[in-house]
């Protein structure tokens, strides 16, 4: 199997766990806030939209474009979109790639305003991972809330069983 394979499964993985938990979230708990490092769902699938955006616009040469989130007024519907389209663009981005994209250097400066050079691959396992590492917030957070529901697995390895 060629590593550019095994990242395009992990971003269609991605935007699966995205879509099922986002799909399970009732609209009242989106919004609700408990304690935590992000103050409620909303906040937590904000920040993964925003970071998912943040990195697919410096892979694809718009990297001045504003985080997502700034200028949003949509509603609950319209944001949960908005994220499943921002994790959706990388399974687009990846499908007509080869192996010779993951060893291409990304130049890029942060939000803070330090430059970095790094390979595409490390990008793109930076995305799934965070993206993972806040799925699991979301769930911790459901449950915070007096969610009582059944939360699917999100794991890669439930993807895979799925797809198999």
Do not use: C
């Not at 938990?21 to 993964?48: M, R, V």
């Amino acid at each position: 199997m060629n590593s550019i394979n095994i990242l395009k499964e992990l971003h269609a993985a991605n935007h699966w766990a995205n879509q099922t938990l986002l799909e399970l979230i009732p609209e009242d708990l989106f919004a609700a806030e408990a304690k935590g490092s992000y103050n409620s769902i909303k906040a937590l699938y904000t920040h993964i939209w925003d970071a998912q955006t943040v990195w697919y616009n410096r892979l694809t040469g718009n990297a001045s474009a504003a985080m997502p989130s700034k200028n949003f007024e949509g509603d609950y519907n319209a944001l949960r979109k908005a994220i499943l389209v921002s994790s959706e663009n990388y399974t687009k981005l990846l499908a007509e790639k080869t192996d010779s994209y993951l060893t291409e250097m990304l130049h890029y400066t942060n939000l803070q305003g330090k430059t970095f050079e790094q390979p595409v691959y490390q990008i793109l396992l930076q995305i799934t991972h965070h993206s993972s590492y806040h799925r699991g917030q979301v769930v911790d957070k459901l449950r915070a809330l007096g969610f009582e529901g059944k939360i699917p697995q999100t794991d890669v390895i439930a993807w895979y069983r799925l797809n198999s």
